[in-house]
């Protein structure tokens, strides 16, 4: 079956830092590879997304590319703020719809 | 803001109470789907539908779970007998269907606790 697995949190960083969330997968065929966020106290929200091999997704800052050789899609961002701490969560839809997560990742940024 | 909405977004019920979950997605979506979120997990996937028929079923969804859409608009998610394992997030999802990239646009979630 379809499935997700990401680094574990949680992740704490100083403002500035740079931040990476290993994200890894296991699909039959070709998903598509999203990241969503969960900030404090609200729902999930789409950050980025790819849906073929060697496309970079990027938004806010952040970027993930998608790494068929490696069945991977990492989170990157050169420089986070506080803003940025939130719950990190990768996904993947395999053509049937629905979305398989991974657990999550806690990032917490400090000033 | 025309987002995905829920109601309640708490809801606490003792064991073996029925509880019912809305959901209105936004308005133009034709897709919807339930999921479920435990404390440190990712979400899980319940169910979908595509307008007002329910094509998918995960088999975390017992017999004591049941969803409706009924006229393809909001969502009703009920649980009878709840148990103390039905303690979730329970979130709701639509996306609108016309092939590609099957972006979902979440709401807030309901928060069910039972006692």
Request: aromatic letters at 12%; charged letters at 20%.
């Amino acid at each position: 079956g379809n499935s997700v697995t990401q680094m574990e949190g949680p992740v704490t960083l100083s403002e500035e830092a740079f931040l990476t969330i290993n994200c890894t997968y296991t699909a039959t065929g070709y998903p598509s590879l999203f990241w969503y966020v969960q900030y404090p106290g609200e729902g999930l929200q789409l950050l980025l997304k790819a849906t073929k091999a060697d496309d970079k997704g990027s938004n806010k800052g952040f970027e993930a590319t998608y790494r068929k050789e490696t069945t991977s899609f990492h989170l990157e961002k050169g420089s986070v703020q506080v803003s940025d701490s939130a719950v990190y969560f990768c996904a993947l839809s395999a053509g049937d719809y629905k979305l398989s997560f991974g657990a999550g990742t806690t990032v917490t940024v400090r000033a | 803001d025309t987002g995905v909405s829920q109601d309640p977004r708490h809801k606490i019920t003792k064991r073996g109470q029925n509880v019912t979950f809305r959901c209105d997605p936004i308005s133009e979506h034709n897709r919807l789907y339930w999921y479920r979120q435990t404390l440190g997990q990712g979400p899980e996937f319940l169910t979908y539908f595509q307008n007002e028929a329910q094509l998918e079923k995960s088999r975390l969804l017992s017999d004591r779970f049941s969803a409706e859409r009924p006229k393809g608009s909001f969502s009703t998610l009920e649980i009878q007998r709840t148990e103390q394992g039905d303690s979730a997030m329970y979130l709701c999802a639509s996306s609108l269907g016309s092939g590609g990239i099957n972006e979902q646009f979440f709401g807030p979630g309901t928060r069910l606790t039972v006692l």
